[in-house]
């Protein structure tokens, strides 16, 4: 059967890097107005009236959004076993803090109107607005955390072991990648409120968005001088086979200063993508002063596409450094599925994937059009 | 090495999300069914009535799938961090359908879900209807998935351990895809879902029917449910599960201990209707035993065996024996890729390394064990006899009720007297945590039957665990619980408030299509 896969070992990999970091924007660009929506809610939105005009913005959409979420999981899980094993396990108590909040938030929508009474509703406009915030902060955190090296190790028989701690993730550096993160979703809500809705919250939503584009912009460029300058990188100091078997412990790796930024050099056209931060950032920024508000959330989408996209890049070709045991990082090279999991999933994605995006589009089309108090009043269902 | 304490609580904490997850998730896969018949109806008729109904229990379906995603994206993610051994051993095969899981079955429903909700006004009848449609196929298939993937946990095959990457990699998805395990366990686990939806129609149209309240809804949901109900719950008993318990080894112990049948038997095997298990003494106090019955249900044959506990416990020794030999092989193997010999010796004992590792619990260095370490090595292998024992019972007792009770409602339902006997109302009100009862002892049975494997025969369960603190543990276990009483509170209170306020009037329905309501086709409700 492994006869018959046309493609080689390191192609199925780089295109399954590739697919995760399609479906970690996937997630950012549709749950991510979600989760920035939530965040915004009880400042955007003052009166119940406001309130509900803003969930129900989300309303339609949110459910399939999540699952962005719940796929690459799976598909970390399915492409990536190993990054799957150490990543949740290594950030234990952070995952629980996710859950939590995810837990929070579909329940807040269900449950949030169905009681006519103001106080019911303030608390779960609160889980709305924990649901939104703090896994947006968190999963910066974590991409931080990854940036800065994960103290796991690898013990002969691949079983991970961790030797940190939760509130050893709190780092500065790690902290910054959390607001940088907050602040790119924040301005993507707020962008989507200002296309969707009318009035006062569409006023407070520009007020907002703009401070988070240049925010999301400032720590960025932070962000990079950073890692230039203050954050060792890692490096693969022996000669890895790109189509080699699925063992961490293969290989060696060395720590330097500066090291994340060797693949912008050696590969100059990468460079795109964090212009492309910056570009859309600005855009972002310009969009909501003119009151564009489609050139805005253009802005944030290529905001979203450029931060993650460097993120990756940066990494590349490691998933998870260990800062412990630096020979026992995951690469793309020795942290994957077997080949023949990899086609199967690339030919159930290549089939799948796009039918999605259809009928999301396609739903997404029905929607359409600016949600106000009168269009919710229509609908029984509306929450 | 291992913390045996960690190990416990990440069972507690999976096995309390998993029960908790599957009290949401059999009730949308029925409803979600039933809702679709229901639409179908209204758009085949025209009559608004329908449309009424599958609006009102779609707010029931909307309130249990929030509960439902919310719970299964922990059951997802607990594999990652509870079970990094686990996923890094078998991530090849398991997370495959997982993946496929979300992207076929679950963006489907979860994207048109919202439609469901919120496309009345923005959708013709017929779209609209294809909505809901795609809600309950998504539904659907999002069962098949999982099933697949737990199948594969109960009948690990396809697949074969790499001694390079030390973990399972497939090598054939079509066997793990058709896997009769898997096949059996989805149509019976599906018709379970099916059933709880039907009862749930059933018992909440009861209580409007001995209310006097809402009559029209309540009387053709009734119908509906009664005939699906019946259907469904002959479904789930003819096509059990247990048909796929004479395909391995373990799922073979995992009967003979539902059975507490501890030598094997000539055939065909008795059922044992009643018994009182001793596992100290390895043998029943007490039993009372229904001739031929097990070895028809178990085998579908007369002439085949149905194996006991402690031969299995002795064949069980064998494979450990084995195992070691595979275990040593496979160390040798990796100290020295080239070893033709220990290749040799690799390629034919490997399917019993994970027996092997049952020695782990009493001796790090497995080539070492004694034979005391093997003998209690293989006593792990049997489950907890009288707790499988009494679960498969009570299951088998609700679902044969079910059957007598569906049955006696599709004939009165038929008649058109269902509505006006007071007693069957009561008894359909009051059956209705039944479903849940039998659902939860189900996967009791085949869960907690597994053990001591989580992949069976392959991995050991404590083996496959994170390697987590206590205090970990400690937080994340309190934080699930109370959150997961807390929000079991706030459903209940919900879902009795929706209840109570009872299907929107037709006001409401003429405001969201901002069309005259159809009256022609609708008869007058008696009560309003």
Known sequence: MIDLIPLSYEILRLIWWLLIGILLIGFTLTDGFDLGIGTLLPFVARTDAERRVLINVVGPVWEGNQVWLILGGGAVFAAWPPLYAVSFSSFYLAMLVILVALILRPVAFKFRGKIDDLRWRNVWDWALFIGGSVPSLILGVAVGNVLLGIPFGLDDTLRPRYAGNFFGLLTPFALLCGLLSLSMIVAHGAAVIGLRTQGAPSDRARRYGRIAALTAAVLFAFGGLWIAYGIAGYSVTSVQNPSGPSNPLLKTVAQSTGAWLAGYSARPWTMIAPALGFAGCALAWFGMTVNGWRIALVGTSLAIFGIISTAGLSLFPFLLPSSLQPNASLTVWDASSSPLTLWTMLLVTGVLLPIVVAYTAWVYRVMRGTVTTETIGRNPNAY | ?528
């Open chain 2, 1 to 528: 090495m291992i913390d045996f304490t960690v190990v416990d609580l990440s069972r507690l904490q999976f096995a309390a999300t998993a029960m908790y997850h599957f009290l949401f998730v059999p009730l949308t896969i029925g409803l979600s069914f039933l809702m679709a018949i229901m639409e179908s109806v209204y758009v085949m008729t025209g009559r608004e009535v329908w449309r009424r109904m599958t609006l009102f229990w779609g707010i029931c379906f909307g309130i249990n799938f929030a509960m439902g995603v919310a719970t299964g994206i922990v059951m997802e993610f607990q594999f990652g961090t509870n079970w990094a051994y686990y996923s890094h051993y078998v991530g090849d095969v398991f997370g495959a359908p997982l993946a496929i899981e979300g992207l076929m079955a679950f963006f489907l429903e979860a994207t048109f879900i919202g439609l469901f909700f919120f496309g009345w006004d923005r959708l013709s009848k017929v779209s609209h209807l294809a909505v809901t449609w795609l809600v309950a196929i998504g539904a659907n298939f999002s069962a098949l998935w999982i099933l697949i993937a737990n199948g594969w946990m109960q009948n690990p095959v396809g697949s074969i351990f790499n001694p390079q990457t030390m973990r399972m990699e497939v090598v054939d998805f079509v066997a793990v895809l058709f896997s009769p395990v898997a096949q059996a366990k989805f149509v019976h686990t599906v018709s379970a879902g099916y059933v709880t939806g039907a009862m749930f129609i059933m018992s909440i149209s009861a209580y409007y029917m001995l209310r006097g309240r809402h009559l029209d809804i309540a009387r053709r949901s009734m119908a509906v449910a009664a005939s699906f109900g019946l259907a469904s719950a002959l479904s789930v008993v003819v096509l059990g599960d247990e048909s796929g318990y004479v395909t391995t080894e373990h799922q073979k112990m995992k009967l003979a201990a539902m059975e507490a049948m501890w030598h094997t038997e000539p055939a065909p095997a008795g059922f044992m209707a009643f018994a009182i298990p001793n596992v100290e003494k390895r043998e029943n106090s007490f039993q009372i035993e229904i001739p031929y019955a097990l070895g028809l249900i178990a085998t579908r044959s007369l002439t085949q065996e149905v194996p006991g506990i402690l031969p299995l416990v002795d064949h069980a020794k064998t494979r450990i024996r084995n195992g070691i030999t595979a275990y040593e092989s496979l160390q040798a193997l990796r100290a020295n890729p080239q070893d033709e010999t220990a290749r040799k010796t690799f390629n034919t004992t490997w399917p019993d390394l994970g027996y092997s590792l049952l020695l782990k619990r009493y001796r790090d260095d497995v080539a070492k064990a004694t034979d005391a370490d093997i003998e209690k090595a293989a006593f792990d292998t049997v489950p907890n006899v009288p707790v499988l024992f009494w679960s498969f019972r009570v299951m088998v007792g609700i679902g044969f009720y079910l059957i007598a009770f569906f049955a006696l409602c599709f004939w009165l339902a038929s008649r058109h007297t269902l509505g006006n006997n007071r007693m069957v109302l009561w008894i359909a009100l009051l059956s209705l945590p039944l479903p849940w009862v039998a659902i939860e002892l189900g996967w009791l049975v085949a869960e907690y039957g597994r053990q001591p494997w989580v992949i069976e025969g392959v991995l050991p369960t404590f083996y496959a665990a994170s390697g987590l603190t206590l205090v970990d543990l400690a937080i994340s276990l309190g934080v699930f619980l109370a959150i997961y009483t807390v929000l079991a509170i706030i459903e209940l209170i919900l879902m009795i408030r929706v209840i109570k306020k009872g299907p929107a009037d037709r006001s409401v329905l003429e405001d969201m299509t901002g069309a005259p309501y159809a009256s022609a086709a609708a008869p007058a409700d008696a009560n309003r």
